[in-house]
């Protein structure tokens, strides 16, 4: 028995030395590597390039898409930025005091759910402007989710016939037809 104890007080002995402990940095641990930003889910292949014969409704669509890609990252803080940027440019542009409140509702808080429910409104009023204003380059895309808000539906509007779904963002980024194409 004195043999056993004396064997595995060994074993122990010998096992346990006072080694240096090999630590293992991960990647993202490592000082000199380049943080990877995160992936703009918004970004597509086909976007193109719009411009109306009005320059600042120009804006005020690139604006919108701006805000558009905001929500299909769920940003709600880039969300409410972009919406009071296109409310200056709607204030200075435009009297439409039905886009001013929808973005107004975008910009007054910071729960995604309920800027996505307003920027259904925006985009009502941004394509009822559209059919006022001439598109002089490019095509603007109406794209439809029949599942958003609980199967009611809605639509949007983007500058890519690739879909990413500002209702949904990361859940359903994909989800949706393009309904019309308007030149």
Known sequence: MKKYIYLLAMI?????????????????????????????????SSAVEVTFEDAGFTEIYNAYL???????????TKAQEAATIMLAKVGE?????DLVEALEKVSNTDAIKEQRMAFENVSMIVETLISENKITSGAVYKQYCPMAFNGKAAYWLSNSNEVR??????QMLK?????????
Do not use: H, R
């Open 165 to 170: 779904n500002p209702y949904f963002g990361d």
């Open 93 to 97: 542009k435009y009297k439409a005091a």
């Open 66 to 76: 701006d805000l558009k890609a905001t929500l299909v990252n769920t940003d709600a």
């Open 175 to 183: 989800c949706g037809v393009v309904e019309e194409e308007i030149k």
């Open 12 to 44: 122990a002995f010998f096992s346990c030395k006072n080694k240096e402990a090999e630590v293992k940095t991960a990647p993202s641990q490592v000082a000199d590597m380049p943080v990877v930003e995160t992936t703009d889910l918004n970004e597509t």
